[in-house]
């Protein structure tokens, strides 16, 4: 329980940082993409750096399915406990979009209409995630002190340099589908975005695991 209680808390926190500041964002922006743009990404890089600073000593700080079931590939916890934590990470997710919600005075429930479908955006999000993934491994392996800082400084980046603006996580996608604001997905590129960044952590998996074939 206290490891899920830490991975409801950092999802529900690093979700509501996404979708919060680009609400706000949305609002000051006056047609202008890059400044919402940086809003969100300088408030993903923030949450995230202090999320993993905080709670990664007590659930390892994955708030993300991708990172639970490549940690369950190399030997952590269970088949079922790694589906008890993608459930808490998605149903926090959902909380945090109807907290946003609530805090700007938006209708709670909402269905997103931002069109994120093609060819280009999937390889983004293979990209993005696989450098999440191997970041987490790698930084893990080499500098674990680190972990905290590399993963926020990656996901900064990978916003700014990938065409999907780096979701890396499937519980945000869902989360994100559920929001018609900048930050939102429609549903119905959800499944491929989804497809895309599980490809991309497994690939980062399997690399990982041929240049340190012996563990």
Do not use: K
């Not at 202008?32 to 007590?58: E, I, K, Y």
């Not at 590939?73 to 907290?99: D, E, P």
């Not at 972990?147 to 603006?165: D, K, P």
């Not at 497809?195 to 998996?205: E, K, P």
């Amino acid at each position: 329980m206290r490891i899920l209680w830490a991975e409801a808390v950092g999802s529900f926190f690093l979700f509501a940082a996404v979708i919060g500041s680009g609400i706000l964002a949305q609002g000051l922006m006056a047609g202008n993409v890059l400044l919402g743009v940086l809003a969100v990404t300088a408030a993903t890089v923030m949450m995230l750096q202090l999320l993993v600073t905080m709670l990664g000593p007590v659930s390892g700080a994955q708030f993300n399915p991708v990172v639970s079931l490549v940690l369950r590939l190399r030997g952590a916890s269970s088949w079922g406990a790694m589906l008890v934590m993608i459930a808490v990470q998605v149903a926090a997710g959902v909380a945090a979009v109807i907290c946003v919600h609530a805090m700007f005075e938006q209708p709670l429930v909402q269905v997103a209409t931002n069109a994120r479908g093609g060819l280009g955006l999937m390889l983004g999000e293979f990209v993005a995630t696989f450098g999440l993934i191997l970041t987490v491994l790698l930084t893990g392996r080499h500098a674990p002190q680190s972990g905290a800082t590399s993963v926020a400084l990656y996901i900064g980046a990978a916003i700014l340099f990938t065409s999907s603006t780096c979701f890396a996580n499937p519980a945000i996608t869902i989360a994100r589908a559920l929001t018609d604001s900048f930050t939102g997905i429609a549903p119905a590129h959800v499944p491929g975005f989804i497809a895309a960044q599980f490809a991309g952590g497994l690939a980062a998996h399997w690399l990982e695991r041929m240049l340190y074939p012996h563990g």
